[in-house]
């Protein structure tokens, strides 16, 4: 049997599953710790402009739309509409660590 045929597709849609998220809420501290996770400091003015839209915020700041739904989980972001307009700073992990907690999770479903 080839290994081609037992391989996953790694569609974003992986990132929004419901067992994903589950995944990265057992990966929390990993992630937050992790010394290629970021904090960035955001402006007032731009969290303002793009209050209660999460994913456009996330657009602006060239984040993948595939891992938005990852990032509002990490920022204590519950839907697309709770972005405030006081964010100061936004938890922004490696697409790499991303990239591996999703192969483990596909890994495991196989």
Do not use: C
């Not at 290994?3 to 990966?27: C, D, L, Q």
């Not at 970021?38 to 007032?44: D, F, G, H, N, W």
């Not at 969290?47 to 739309?65: M, N, Q, T, V």
């Not at 839907?79 to 006081?86: A, E, I, R, T």
């Amino acid at each position: 049997m080839q290994v081609n045929g037992k391989m996953y597709n790694m569609e974003p849609s992986v990132f929004t599953t419901r067992g994903f998220m589950i995944e990265i809420e057992a990966h929390y501290r990993f992630l937050l710790n992790h010394p290629k996770t970021k904090l960035v400091e955001l402006s007032t003015f731009k969290a303002y402009i793009h209050e209660g839209d999460a994913w456009s915020f996330f657009d602006s700041l060239k984040i993948p739309r595939k891992y938005h739904q990852v990032m509002m989980k990490l920022n204590g972001i519950r839907s697309n509409g709770d972005l405030p307009s006081d964010v100061q700073y936004l938890i922004v992990p490696d697409a790499d660590l991303l990239e591996n907690i999703a192969a483990t999770y596909i890994s495991k479903r196989l």
